[in-house]
C-alpha cells in the first residue's frame, strides 16, 4: 500500500499585503472662539466732560453672539437680567463698544449660563453703589473671558462705596436693598439722582427679561426699571 506523502507549504511563499489601518475617527471641530463686548452707555450729558478725566456716569450691557445683555431694578425678587438689541439700550445714550475678550461657550451655553446668574440679579438687590448694571457686566465678562471690564465705567460707584460716609442717607452702602425697603431720592438729599426710569414705550423695545429656573415670569409691562449708574 503506497502513501501518499503531502508536499509542505513553501516558506518562502509570499504573504499577503496587511490590511491597511482604519482611518481615525473624526474629531469634532474646535469651537470658534467668540468676541464678547461691552456697550456703554451715557446716562447724563454730563459724561461729556466728566470722560475726559476718567470719569462718567454709565450703563453697560454685555454682547456675545448678537445679543446684549443687562440688569436693571424693580420691586419683585425675579430676575433683573435682560435682553435687548446690540447697542440699542432703550433710555440710554450709546456712547462706545470695548472688545473685552472672547468666550468659548455656544450660544445656547451663553443662555444658560446667564439664566443661572440671574437668580443672584434680581431687580430687588439693585442698588446704586454696591451692585448696579456695572458690577453685573464686570462678573459676566470675568466668567466669560477671564479678563476685568475697563475700570473707569464703574468708578464713581467705587468712588461712592469708599466715601460712604458723606452720601446722603437713603443711598449709604449699609445693605443691599431688601424686598421691603426702597431707594427714594428727594430735593433735600443734596443730591440730585441721576438715574434713568424706563417708562412704558422703553419696554416695548425690551426684549424680554431673562428668568430663573424657580422664579415666575413678570411681564416687562409690569415692572419698571430704575437703571442708576447702570
Known amino acids: 500500500m503506497r502513501m501518499r506523502v503531502l508536499p509542505a507549504l513553501s516558506s518562502t511563499a509570499a504573504a499577503p499585503p496587511p490590511a491597511p489601518p482604519a482611518p481615525p475617527p473624526p474629531t469634532p471641530a474646535a469651537a470658534a472662539a467668540v468676541k464678547v463686548y461691552l456697550n456703554i452707555y451715557d446716562i447724563s450729558p454730563i459724561n461729556n466732560y466728566l470722560y475726559w478725566f476718567g470719569l462718567g456716569i454709565f450703563h453697560s450691557g454685555i454682547q456675545v453672539h448678537g445679543m ?18 446690540p447697542k440699542s439700550c432703550p433710555g440710554f445714550i450709546f456712547r462706545r463698544s470695548v472688545c473685552v475678550g472672547t468666550t468659548d461657550m455656544s450660544r445656547s451655553e451663553v443662555r444658560t449660563f446667564l439664566e443661572d446668574l440671574a ?15 456695572n458690577h453685573f457686566t464686570a462678573d459676566v465678562c470675568k466668567r ?29 452702602v449699609s445693605a443691599v436693598r ?10 433735600n438729599d443734596g443730591l440730585e439722582s441721576n438715574a434713568s426710569i424706563v417708562d412704558d414705550s422703553d419696554l416695548d423695545d425690551l426684549d424680554h427679561l431673562l428668568t430663573t429656573p424657580n422664579s415666575d415670569v413678570v411681564s416687562c409691562k409690569d415692572k419698571t426699571f430704575d437703571s442708576g449708574t447702570g
Open 119 to 133: 437668580e443672584d440679579y434680581h431687580g430687588d438687590t439693585y442698588h446704586l453703589i454696591v451692585k448696579n448694571c
Open 68 to 85: 446684549e445683555f443687562g440688569f436693571g431694578a424693580h420691586e419683585y425678587p425675579t430676575s433683573g437680567v435682560f435682553q435687548v438689541e
Open 178 to 187: 431688601d424686598e421691603t425697603a426702597d431707594l427714594e431720592f428727594s430735593d
Open 144 to 172: 466669560l473671558t477671564g479678563k476685568p471690564t475697563p475700570g473707569w465705567v464703574n468708578r464713581l460707584a467705587k468712588l461712592g462705596s469708599v466715601c460712604n460716609c458723606v452720601l446722603p442717607e437713603n443711598i449709604k
